[in-house]
Nanobody, 123 residues
Framework: QVQLVESGGGLVQSGGSLRLSCAASGSIFRFNVMGWYRQTPGQQRELVAHISDDGTTNYYADSVKGRFTISRDNAKNTVYLQMNSLKPEDTAVYYC????????????????WGQGTQVTVSS
């Protein structure tokens, strides 16, 4: 059974940095795509970034371009999200996702999800 466990969330001041990690266990294969989403209360889950299996192709939401960097270590089955120049509007629960199954209504459909980690940015 595949499990994704996020870590690295917390409280940080505006302008600060955090690094999120998402470690996969129980997987014997390399995930094709891994990604990070975030969600605030009452809002839909938002795609933040995703990365291809070999790490050469990345996508970032416009709201985080130039501030966040996604990376992965396939030997450890882990994906990271380096978040710099954090803003209060980055406050959310961040979820990692792995293994893209397809695309539905223009959105990636992922097979595995983590439980989320809270990121709070104070002004």
């Amino acid at each position: 059974q595949v499990q994704l466990v996020e870590s690295g969330g917390g409280l940080v001041q505006s302008g600060g940095s955090l690094r999120l990690s998402c470690a996969a266990s129980g997987s014997i294969f390399r995930f094709n795509v891994m990604g990070w989403y975030r969600q605030t209360p009452g809002q839909q889950r938002e795609l933040v970034a995703h990365i291809s299996d070999d790490g050469t192709t990345n996508y970032y939401a416009d709201s985080v371009k130039g501030r966040f960097t996604i990376s992965r270590d396939n030997a450890k089955n882990t994906v990271y999200l380096q978040m710099n120049s954090l803003k209060p509007e980055d406050t959310a629960v961040y979820y990692c996702a792995a293994q893209k199954l397809g695309v539905v209504l223009g959105q990636f459909l992922f097979q595995y999800w983590g439980q989320g980690t809270q990121v709070t940015v104070s002004s």
